[in-house]
């Protein structure tokens, strides 16, 4: 009975170990400050800049097309190998998705930029990618036309997202995909869409706030002496 409860010790240790490892490289990996480093190379403090955030949306408004395709492509690369580098060491299921979670909390909160980060958009396409190869592809495909046609409409992180793990959800239903990883995209969806319109209203509250000083302050100077 010792060695019994032993040897599922040792076991529990062994998938324990493994996934708690890559939940930290999964958060380093997705803390990498892409969008920051590189708005610096071209003159710009991207969280003192457009909408505050780091991430590819921000920079095309406050850099450029170019340099916002680099983020892109760096942001989905960071979901990519939290997702690959765990799946190489046998890591599965619902522990991947957890590794996922991390890497848009490292995206969020990067410790490398004081805990500062973007809303995790393009990172989520590239756990999608991660977990699902062809059919991730082709969601990112359809949220990027999505947001893209939309750019205009409130809430388009709102509309990207809906549309991507629909795409997903479609494979899924032909093709018989992992349902675990497929309920774990969803969660992950869930809590980057709450992430970004909270972002959002709080951006709009600040810009409010300023709007209203400003307002204030042209009045007072406007008052003859």
């Not at 457009?50 to 492509?73: C, D, F």
């Not at 190869?133 to 992180?157: D, K």
């Amino acid at each position: 009975m010792i060695r019994k409860r032993n040897l599922i010790l040792y076991q529990w240790i062994g998938t324990i170990f493994p996934v708690m490892m890559h939940v930290l490289i999964g958060y380093l990996f997705g803390a990498l400050p892409i969008a920051d480093r590189v708005s610096r190379r071209r003159g710009v403090d991207i969280f003192n800049s457009g909408t505050r955030m780091a991430g590819a949306a921000n920079v095309r408004k406050s850099v450029g097309h170019y340099t916002a395709g680099i983020v892109l492509l760096g942001d989905m690369a960071k979901g990519v190998m939290a997702i690959v580098s765990a799946r190489i060491v046998g890591i599965e299921n619902g522990w991947l998705v957890l590794v996922g979670l991390a890497a848009i909390l490292g995206h969020w909160n990067s410790v490398f930029s004081g805990f500062r980060g973007g809303d995790g958009l393009a990172t989520l396409g590239g756990i999608y990618v991660g977990l699902f190869p062809i059919p991730g592809i082709v969601a990112g495909i359809v949220a990027s036309i999505v947001a893209l046609g939309a750019q205009r409409a409130s809430y388009t992180s709102l509309l990207s997202i809906v549309f991507g793990y629909i795409t997903l959800m479609i494979f899924y239903w032909i093709y018989d995909l992992n349902g675990i990883h497929l309920i774990g995209c969803g969660v992950l969806s869930v809590l980057v869409l709450l992430h970004a319109v909270n972002s959002n209203l709080r951006r709009r509250k600040y810009q409010s706030l300023t709007n209203i000083q400003d307002s204030v302050i042209t009045t007072d100077q406007a008052k003859p002496n």
